[in-house]
T-cell receptor, first 113, second 111 residues
Framework: DARVTQTPRDKVTEMGQEVTMRCQPILGHNTVFWYRQTMMQGLELLAYFRNRAPLDDSGMPKDRFSAEMPDATLATLKIQPSEPRDSAVYFC???????????FGQGTRLTVV | SQQGEEDPQALSIQEGENATMNCSYKTSINNLQWYRQNSGRGLVHLILIRSNEREKHSGRLRVTLDTSKKSSSLLITASRAADTASYFCAPRMDSSYKLIFGSGTRLLVRP
């Protein structure tokens, strides 16, 4: 059963610490999206990749956030240093090239205290 | 803006009733997709309708698309308590891989 896998599922960290979230897209999917969801802002697109190359990361705070795809089976989202306002659920999704649907992971719930 | 706007923001109905949600968008599209999100979970794709289609069915779901009005609707027939979730539309543009979402419609189906 193909699925997008995100780790960790939950993360509690202190302000100022580095946080790394990982995503394993579905095998064969070449498009990866990162989203952040909060009650106030809803579901925000942070960045997306095609064939491991970043196409758009304009939704991401550049000073502290970075997104990469070291290889086709791993996407990472890093926050350094983390702040309480980064507390949210972060979702990764993957899809095949073109206009077809995206498949979402279960999310990483980040709490920065 | 590329995202769709769902209406209403919230909808409460009795089990067995039909639920209708609407989506409006601003630019030309290749297709439009509907997703469901149960509380605390990732979004799940429900149905995709292409720009040359006017209506599509999947089980208890019926989606319509009116490209002249730049709008779509999602109808859930004979609703169940398990349909309680947030529903999002996602217009897909002609030349972009972006997939962005509006605020969604929060549907509550009362038993």
């Amino acid at each position: 059963d193909a699925r997008v896998t995100q780790t960790p599922r939950d993360k509690v960290t202190e302000m100022g610490q580095e946080v790394t979230m990982r995503c394993q897209p579905i095998l064969g999917h070449n498009t990866v999206f990162w989203y952040r969801q909060t009650m106030m802002q809803g579901l925000e697109l942070l960045a997306y990749f095609r064939n491991r190359a970043p196409l758009d990361d304009s939704g991401m705070p550049k000073d502290r956030f970075s997104a990469e795809m070291p290889d086709a089976t791993l996407a990472t989202l890093k926050i350094q240093p983390s702040e309480p306002r980064d507390s949210a659920v972060y979702f990764c999704a993957s899809g095949q090239q073109g206009w077809t649907e995206a498949f979402f992971g279960q999310g990483t719930r980040l709490t920065v205290v | 803006s590329q995202q769709g706007e769902e209406d209403p923001q919230a909808l409460s109905i009795q089990e067995g009733e039909n639920a209708t949600m609407n989506c409006s968008y601003k630019t030309s599209i290749n297709n439009l997709q509907w997703y469901r999100q149960n509380s605390g979970r990732g979004l799940v794709h429900l149905i995709l309708i292409r720009s040359n289609e006017r209506e599509k069915h999947s089980g208890r779901l019926r989606v319509t698309l009116d490209t002249s009005k730049k709008s779509s609707s999602l109808l859930i027939t004979a609703s169940r308590a398990a349909d309680t979730a947030s529903y999002f539309c996602a217009p897909r543009m002609d030349s972009s891989y972006k997939l962005i979402f509006g605020s969604g419609t929060r549907l509550l189906v009362r038993p």
